[in-house]
């Protein structure tokens, strides 16, 4: 069963700027963190960014500080992932998740609750 839904990954040029958000399905947010995480082909899973659930401190992976932006919208239960001066790089499936244990926002294990993911390219 689809526990989130993620939308907005779409080709894009490098330099060039992309909006991805994500929902829970037919629930509010958990009271835990939400992530953002890509895979490549050929790579593992990795973390991009994390966000709390109420005082809404973000984390970075440093590929990602300084260009990406997450944030979080309770009232309408969506997370969104800002990115900006987009690279080849950066080209790959987009997950949301929801932690469902406590702890780290870069600790890939603590997410049960999963998106189908969104393919992001960036053309070079």
């Known amino acids: 069963q689809v526990e989130l839904v993620e939308s907005g990954g779409e080709l894009v040029q490098a330099g060039g700027s992309l909006t991805l958000s994500c929902a829970p399905s037919g629930r509010p947010f958990s009271g835990y963190g939400v992530g953002w995480f890509r895979q490549a082909p050929g790579k593992e899973r990795e973390f991009v960014a994390g966000?709390?659930?109420?005082?809404?401190?973000?984390f970075y992976d440093a590929s990602a500080k300084g260009r990406f932006t997450i944030s979080r919208d309770n009232a309408k239960s969506t997370s969104y992932l800002q990115m900006n001066s987009l690279k080849p790089e950066d080209t790959a499936v987009y997950y949301c998740?929801?932690?469902?244990?406590?702890?780290?926002?870069?600790?890939?294990?603590?997410?049960?609750?999963w998106g189908q993911g969104t393919q992001v390219t960036v053309s070079s």
């Open positions: 998740a929801e932690q469902t244990s406590g702890g780290s926002l870069s600790r890939l294990s603590l997410y049960g609750n």
């Open positions: 966000i709390t659930s109420s005082l809404g401190l973000t």
